[in-house]
């Protein structure tokens, strides 16, 4: 094979340790090897780039090990071209495994050119990426403690979250406040109910009427105060992020111009997928690096299984909840398409497919600097209007109904 890298070197890494082996042709056809081992502080890292100028390295290529790679990427980024690649696409013979054959393997195949590197962000977008992703884990551990406060309100026979949607809200914690004072009566904390939620009064009465006992109250006041910390951390969140966007400003509004994509949606899109839309040579590679295409697994003819693979985790968890959001709004195109798909496909296929046209909207928003543009929740019958036709008489003939067609005239123009 013909060589692509004349001055390579392969890394492999671990928490404490960075095997590095280089691969060096020589103009004589030989090839000069050389391994060794540096530790994974910022000192030792920078003595690793040093040696690897020294012996005039210019690609660099490492496995995405957990977060153990990140560090080594700071440090190599600015001075040779360094490759991130998939694990898995770089298996190994098999009984031959240790941490220099990984390195000196992984330095072979980007010699010969074999190997595909991941998408590495630029350092702004990474930034925010970091940021969006702590963010959501604080809003999925405010989640979790809201949950343990129902658990709690169930085991003390207080069954508010039946009769409140959000046990959290103005009005829920109002009460939640009067629970932990432990003086006002079930009637009084029903009063606190406000907006819509007054008109259930009386079942709100019966919900609050419950035996909550001194260690109830414990609990409680605990998961607020930490419900409470939450809150104040996401807010800070949401402030050092907008701060971040700025750059990114414009392509996080044409993303939030689509129905169920919020602006916090919006800012996490953004930070995973970026603005430069040319890394993707089309919609759908996009949309399969994502992980909301269906899958392409066909052999003799024959087409298996269409299973989505995973993809990015955190796009493809933004985009399902984009697309939730989207399939209850009124009179849109991506509801329509839900409640299309759904009758026959299933919910969660719908909903899946609704992701993927989220996204492979926002692709041609930020590419081509377009705005969203609503096609209506008729669409679907505007395009083969003969169709919905026959099947909306078919419906009525199965209730019994016998029904004359007579084409409306159109008059004609003046």
């Known amino acids: 094979m013909e060589i692509v890298h004349t001055h390579c070197a392969g890394l492999d890494v671990h928490k404490k340790t960075v095997v590095a082996a280089i691969m060096i042709s020589r103009p004589d056809g030989k090839v000069y090897k050389e391994v060794r081992t540096f530790g994974t502080m910022t000192a030792d890292l920078l003595e690793l780039s040093d040696w690897l100028s020294m012996q005039g390295v210019t690609h660099v290529v490492m496995e995405s090990t957990a977060d153990y790679w990140k560090p080594v990427f700071n440090i190599l980024e600015d001075g040779f071209q360094v490759l991130l690649v998939n694990a898995q696409h770089v298996a190994h013979v098999e009984g031959r495994k240790t941490d220099v054959k990984d390195a000196e393997w992984l330095a072979e195949l980007l010699r010969y050119g074999l190997l595909k590197p991941s998408f590495i962000p630029p350092v702004g977008q990474r930034d925010l990426r970091e940021l969006t992703r702590y963010r959501t884990t604080f809003v999925r551990e405010r989640a979790t403690l809201i949950n343990r406060v129902q658990k709690l309100l169930e085991s003390a026979n207080i069954k508010l979250a039946s009769v409140a949607t959000d046990v959290m809200g103005v009005s829920g914690r109002a009460m939640l406040d009067a629970i932990l004072e432990g003086t006002a009566s079930a009637n009084e904390m029903a009063d606190l109910a406000k907006g819509r939620l007054r008109e259930k009064r009386p079942a709100l009465i019966k919900a609050l009427q419950g035996r909550v006992k001194p260690h109830h109250r414990f609990v409680l006041a605990e998961l607020l105060c930490q419900i409470d910390g939450l809150d104040e951390t996401i807010t800070r969140f949401d402030e050092q992020i907008q701060t971040y966007c ?48 269906p899958g392409n697994n066909e052999s003799a003819g024959k087409r298996r299984s269409g299973r989505s693979r995973p993809g990015n985790k955190a796009l493809r968890s933004v985009l399902i909840q984009a697309a939730h959001a989207a399939a209850h709004t009124k009179g849109t195109y991506l509801s329509a398409q839900y409640h299309r798909l759904a009758s026959r496909r299933g919910k969660k296929r719908a909903i899946l497919a609704v992701a993927h046209s989220i996204l492979i909207i926002g ?52």
């Open 363 to 414: 692709y041609n928003l930020v590419k081509h600097k377009d705005i969203y543009r609503e096609l209506g929740g008729n669409y679907f019958d505007q395009i083969k209007p003969q169709a919905t036709i026959q099947r909306l008489l078919k419906r009525l003939e199965n209730l019994g109904c016998q029904i004359t067609i007579q084409q409306q005239s159109v008059p004609a123009a003046a």
């Open 246 to 293: 700025a750059p990114f400003e414009e392509a996080v509004v044409r993303w939030d111009g689509i129905p169920g994509v919020s602006r916090c949606a919006a800012e996490i899109i953004v930070s995973e997928v970026g603005v430069d839309m040319d890394r993707f040579p089309t919609a759908g590679h996009c949309a399969a690096w994502a992980g909301v295409a």
